[in-house]
Every structure is written in C-alpha cells, then in structure tokens.
DNA sequence: TTGTAAGCGTTATCAG
DNA sequence: CTGATAACGCTTACAA
C-alpha cells in the first residue's frame, strides 16, 4: 500500500493525501480525517526512503564511537545508549550506531555528511578541547554534546553539574572533619573529570586546606584501576582518611583496596563517589552501601535526544543548554574524622 | 556531485558509470577503469536513499532492544555490540538500534520489516523458546541469532559451545576433587544458561555424582546477586567446595562473599567463572586471579554480522551455523580440594 | 481547497 | 559493450 493506490482508494491526488497525512493546514477537516481512517485502515506507511529522497532529511540521528577508545565502552555508555534509543523510538526517528577506527573519527563525521546520512549527531565524552567540536560546527550540522567542552563554538548540550557535585561532596567530607582526601578521577583530558577537580579544589579552598598533587589520580575508570590507585594512596606513609571516586566501579576498586589492607570502610577511610545510576551495579547494596552524587546517565541520555530533535528542527544551539543538577545520598560508607 | 554530473563529466550515459562502479560484467575493463579513477578523484558518493528507493535494500541491519529487560542492558551487550558495529563500518553497512518496550518486541520487528526499513536482524540472548524466531522465519527476512534456540525454524546462528565449556569447567573441578559444586547461572529461559546447566549435570554424571538442585541458582547475571546467592550457597550446613559462575561478574560477587565468610578463594573455596573478555572487569586481575572458560564476546559480534551479510546476500541459513570453541584458563581461584 | 507535474539520484529493462 | 528511458514512492512548486 502506498501513496499512489491510497490515494486511488480515495478518489483524491497523491498531493492532497500527502498533505492531509504531513499536517499542512490548507487541507479541510473533512478531507483530513477521510484520509486519515483510510490510511489507518489499510495500514498505510510512507517508504521512508521515497521520503528522504524527496525532502533530503533522513530522519537518522548517530552515535560515533570509536571501537579502540576504551572510555566509550564502559558501561555508562550503554545505559546513556539505552535512553537515547527510548527517546528516539517515541519519535519513530532512527539511531545508527557507527564504529570507527581512532585515526578515522573525524573523516567518519565528514563522510555521513557529505553523503547526507544523517540529520545529527550524538556526540558524548567531550575533551577538554574537542575537534569533533569544532568540526561539526563548521560543517554546520546539528549535534548535541553529553557535557561540556572549552572548545569555542555555539554548540547545545546536556551536563550535569560536575563542579558542583564534586564540591558539596568534598564540602561533606570536609565537614566530617577529612582533611586528607584522595582524588580518583577519569583521564584528564575529559572535560567532566576537569570539572569534577575544580569542585574539589574549590571545596578545598574555602576550607583553608592546601591541595596535595599527589593525591589526585588521573585514569580509566574501572575496578582494576581503582583498585591499584586506592591501593598506592593508602599505602602513603600520611594516607588520606577519604576517598571521592568519579564511578561507582572505582570505588568499587577502592573498595577492595581498603579490605586488603584491612581498613573498614566508613570507619578509618570514607568512600563516596558519582553514580550514574547503572542497573547492575548498585551503590545502595554495597557493603558497606555507598555514599554518592548520583545523576541518572539514562535519564539524560532520554533528554539529551529530545535536545537534538529540537536542534533538528531548527531551534539555535543558545536555547538548547542545560545542566542537571546532582543529588547527594548519604550512606554508610563516609563516617567522621577520627581524632 | 551525482551520478548524473559524473556521467556527464566522463561524456558516458548514467547507465554505464553505474554499472562500472558497481562491477557489472559486461563493462570494459577500459571505461571501467576510467570511470573508477574519475569518480575517486571527484569524491562521487552515491546517494543512500536514491539507491534504496531503487533497489529496495537498505543497507542497513538493525538491533532491536527491550529496553525493559535488564538482560540486554548488562556490559556484554555493549562489547557484543562493538564487535557487531565494526564489521557494519568495514562494509559501509549501517547499525541501526532501536529500542522498544516490553511487550511491543514482535510488532517492533513486524513494523520494520513491513516498511522496508532493514535487509536483516541480528537477535540476541535467544530463549529456550524464542517468539522472534518464529516470527522472523514466517516473515522471511533474513537474520541471525546470537546463540541458538528450541524454537523450530531453519535460522542461521553464532553459538559458543556452552555445554562443553562448563562440562569441561566441571570436570576440571571434579578433578581436583570437588564433590559439591555450586552452579550461578543465568536466568532459566535463556537458552545458553540451559546448555550451560547441561554440561555441569553431564559432567557430575560422568563422575558418578549425584547432583544437588539445591546447588543450581537461576538468576540475573550482577556483582550483586552472585553476592547474594555465593553467600546462600555458602552459608549451608554442608557447603560446596567450588563455584561455577556464568559470568566474571557474577564470580565477583561470589568473591565478596566468599571473603565475607573469611573462607580463601583457591582454597577453602575455588571459583570458576565464563568470561566474555569484558575490558573493564578483567578475570586475570582479580585478587586471586579467576580461573575461566572463555570466548570473546566482541569477536562474536564481529562474526555475526558476517554472518549476517552473508544471509543477506543469499546464503541459506543452513551454511551459517557456528559454534565457537571456548578456551579453559586455569588461575589461582582453583585449587585441589583438601581432604 | 485540490490537482498536475516536476523533481530527488539511483538502478533495471530493453534496445542497439 | 553502451545508451535511452522508465521505474522506485514520495514531496513540493505552480496552477486551477
């Protein structure tokens, strides 16, 4: 069943049945709901190939990710996918997912272009300097970042306030009385574990207490490499009394840091880190259960989509800005500075 | 530039450039040739939606993912889809992924084969008895599933052998002297947790060993619940001496128990686990290192969507049937039973 | 308010 | 071996 024989069945034009189907206001009532039930009816789909030819829009959004970039194949990755989807579902709008070879990333942008594949991008785990940033940008292309970068451009985003959850989980240990707190954060060049340093030092800082270089850890975040790095902070001769994770699976390795050296968690070393509300990996269930700034990534993967359709269709990047902010649960794992 | 322009370029009918570049026989190697080199130089791209409207294939394949069930939001879903994308990216064919709600799965996949959307399917964690299956058989598209399935339907599959990687994983035990050896699998109708439960009951027959059902868990595969059910299993009266996890996650859990209990993993207690070779959550880097079968997931990926390709362009489904081997890597979790 | 007809950029058919 | 020409199914000026 397409347009042609629809509109056969209905004694009207190709056009008018288009029209009356896609919205346009010059068709009368009558005729719109006529064509309507009949499409219903008879199970009418437009070919959506026939209709990108047509009107160059692709009704296609992508997700680049390259396949050797270890940090998109972390498990946040899948559930921020998973919300995308959702959203991108309800809008009968398709997600393709491409892979690509790290020295190729850019040049894969250029070529879904150029070949008009593609209506926008998704584009996540910005760098603090971030050519796909830029590059898009140039191109003219919507796209809608997950976080934030320093890269000059008028680009829509979804953050959630990294700074300010790192501060007030800071400002909390502070308060309990740490003074020696431990940094495990992601790879530095990401714009999000820059973030997340300036809301520790800026808790630190209006608290007096001098920041020490050595014990903030730049890396991967997953459990092995919490587990070594919470291992070499612990083992200073002046070890930190807490530890502020960017993942639940860092602390998860922080965890199991603090055990072999036969530490008790919440007790002689506070824990707490951010939640991205992954559903196999629960803070809450830990033993001891896990402090945390939490902030779904799958909500916002949900609101990040919507963000780009609006971007899609024609709304400027200026109104397309958000920050979510971050809870702070308080849980057993952080207790008060012994003295 | 478009085939017409390339054409008119070359002083060549549009007829003749496309059927050079797309290796139609009857073209001279001459004007070939010619024709290649032009369009390369000029950067001619063709465009995806004029070929799909005239041709009726897509070039795309899709993943439809349930985006309620948990089991497909787990890590090995991602890495499986890395494997997957790689491959689509070789051969320029397109991922698309979509999510849809519980109980709207079948008309998902019925909806996308009714608008043309795709050329194929790929189908993931099959049940023992898999409504998918059946239904893209009837609709005749061409798909493969990622695992294999009661459900009668002559459909191309990529399985590992999970019966002889978990018969083998027992009998290394029941080697070792192990009598009570507790089984975390995964939930009961998926079908690769039924061969897995299989193997284990082949091998304690071969040995003469009277199974437990009591010593047989079903659940999902999380930290979480391995620690749960480690810890149930663990705390009877007579407990096992050995666990057999279905995944390095779940055998994680079980190592936290385990420690819990002040039992020694290796010694009072040995654990064995299958692992998909996830890159966050390495066997080889627990504390002690985890024994395993293992089969790489991602590469499974990558194969599948050969597979797949290959489906789509007319193989039958009966020439696209493999079981991958599953390796045996023994590690410190496992240990002669002391008597 | 509705219809006619010309695209959109390919591939497929048929003729030469 | 090459070329006209007609699809493919939709949208969109332009006309009525």
Known sequence: MNLKELAAHLGLSQTTVSRALNGYP??????????????????????AAARRLATGRTGTVAIIFPSER???LDPHFLDFLAGVAEKLADDDVELTLRATR????????RRLVRNRRVDGFIVSSPLIEDERVRLLSDLDVPFVLHGRTDTQAPYA???IDNEGAFRRATELLVDLGHRRIGLLNGKRELNFAR?????????????????????????????????????????????????????????????R??????????????????????????????????????????????????????????NPPEDLREVAPVDLVFRASIGRMLT
């Open 157 to 159: 985003y979804l953050d």
């Open 257 to 314: 840091a603090a055990r072999d050296l036969g530490l008790v968690i919440g007790k002689d070393v506070s824990v707490i880190a951010h939640d991205d509300g992954l559903p196999f990996l629960k803070a809450e269930t830990l033993d001891p259960p896990l402090a945390t700034t939490v902030s779904p990534i799958r909500a916002g993967g949900y609101r990040l989509a919507e963000l780009l359709l609006a971007r899609i269709n024609g």
């Open 102 to 109: 790290r020295n190729d990333e850019l040049e894969t942008y």
């Open 195 to 255: 973030d997340r340093e300036a809301g520790y030092l800026a808790a630190l800082a209006a608290h007096g207490i001098a920041p020490d270089p050595g014990l903030i850890v730049n890396a991967a975040m997953t459990e092995e490499i919490g587990y070594r790095n919470a291992s070499a902070l612990l083992a200073r001769p002046q070890r930190p009394t807490a530890l502020l994770a960017a993942s639940v699976l860092l602390a998860f390795g922080a965890y």
């Open 70 to 72: 270890s940090l998109l």
């Open 26 to 47: 010059e068709v009368s009532e009558a005729t719109r709901t006529r064509v309507r039930e009949a499409a219903e009816r008879l199970e009418y789909r437009p070919n």
